[in-house]
């Protein structure tokens, strides 16, 4: 089981706003899972990868293959108090879901 959480790398966010980000699809994907995937993944560590994409367009276009693999996910928007407009997309998160599951959708992407 993992979990993996794609954030945009070509916004330029700060660390800590790409932290904020991460943990903010991360906690929202696993609230959107059902309760055997959320038992069964924090039960082994909670894995997680965070990779990259370079546009709000490949976000979306990871989140429908997410939907037709049936894999849990979640798009994040920022609130735009700080860094970014409000409403930017800035990460999406796929699963928790077993590894095969979530490399069907984030396999090819590179590591952030």
């Not at 293959?65 to 409403?87: F, K, N, S």
């Not at 077993?98 to 069907?104: E, G, L």
């Amino acid at each position: 089981m993992k979990q993996a959480i794609v954030a945009r790398a070509d916004l330029g966010m700060g660390e800590g706003k790409l932290a904020a980000q991460v943990a903010h699809a991360s906690l929202q994907a696993y609230e959107d899972a059902d309760r055997a995937a959320r038992r069964e993944w924090k039960g082994g560590g909670q894995k997680k990868v965070v990779l990259q994409a370079n546009s709000e367009a490949e976000l979306f276009e990871l989140a429908e293959r997410a939907d037709v693999e049936g894999v849990p996910h979640a798009i994040i928007r920022d609130a735009g108090h700080t860094q970014l407009e409000p409403g930017t997309v800035t990460a999406l998160a796929v699963g928790p879901a077993s590894d095969d599951r979530v490399d069907a959708v984030t396999g090819d992407l590179p590591l952030y």
